[in-house]
């Protein structure tokens, strides 16, 4: 563990040596210290700056005590409100909360579409599917659409009588620990004004991994295509077009 005896040698100027090339052979103490140092700094060089003081924590506890309170209290706050609260938290820890690049009415489209996938998720959640996993995620709404998928085949079809595209949706899920994994789900989608259905062809990938096939009718497809379906695939088509465009 760094001591704080130890932080000093970074201010200290008397202690200057313990830094310098070495020209002889360090004592035991010196060498003692030194591995403490960079093995703390090892830890901490992946760790975001909020997260490394008390200053980010105890903004987040703060802001979360806060809404429990309200709601303990019976003093609801409006959704507004609420949203705010939990922002603040976690860019309180460091989270980044809005994807820079996309605006507040392209993400509004993205939210729509992964609530309706989050919503059939949940309604299909008993049923058997060969990601389980990635069901119980969606239905948990553990999970972001990123702007790396290709669903701008879906504009040949959406707006006409109907015709089979072939699409692949990235999605960051969220794990109990360490950072997000990538999934991306490969999907060959008849798709028009009345009927939005996977056909044979379906996979899924996590992390780049070997591809698992999918039924097309896995709970896991028809999730995700009742949120692509929304408004006939205009919510999800608007915010491709903004988000998913080389050069966007």
Do not use: Y
Request: aromatic share 4%; charged share 25%; hydrophobic share 45%.
């Amino acid at each position: 563990m760094l001591t704080l005896d130890d932080l000093d040698h970074f201010s200290d100027a008397s202690l200057a040596h313990l830094f310098a090339p070495a020209t002889r052979q360090a004592d035991a103490d010196a060498l003692a210290r030194l591995t403490r140092i960079v093995a703390c700094l090892n830890f901490c060089r992946d760790v975001a700056d909020e997260e490394l003081g008390e200053g980010g924590l105890h903004a987040a506890r703060r802001a979360l005590r806060s809404v429990l309170r309200c709601q303990q209290r019976k003093l609801r706050l409006s959704p507004a409100e609420l949203m705010g609260a939990v922002e603040d938290s976690l860019q309180a820890l460091g989270v980044e909360v809005e994807r820079r690049d996309e605006a507040s009415d392209v993400s509004s489209e993205r939210h729509a579409v992964e609530g309706e996938i989050q919503t059939a998720a949940d309604k299909l959640a008993d049923e058997d599917t060969l990601d389980p996993q990635f069901m119980g995620a969606l239905a948990r709404g553990e999970f972001e659409i990123l702007p790396s998928s290709d669903l701008l085949p879906l504009a040949a079809t959406v707006g006409s009588l109907g015709g089979t595209v072939t699409i692949d949706l990235d999605v960051a899920v969220d794990q109990d620990e360490g950072p997000a994994i990538g999934v991306r789900l490969h999907m060959v989608v008849e798709s028009g004004f009345w009927r939005w259905a996977g056909k044979d062809g379906c996979w899924i990938s996590r992390n780049e991994a070997p591809p698992l096939a999918l039924a097309a009718d896995d709970p896991v497809v028809r999730a995700v295509l009742a949120g692509l379906g929304l408004r006939n695939g205009r919510a999800i088509l608007a915010w491709a077009e903004a988000a998913c465009a080389p050069g966007s």
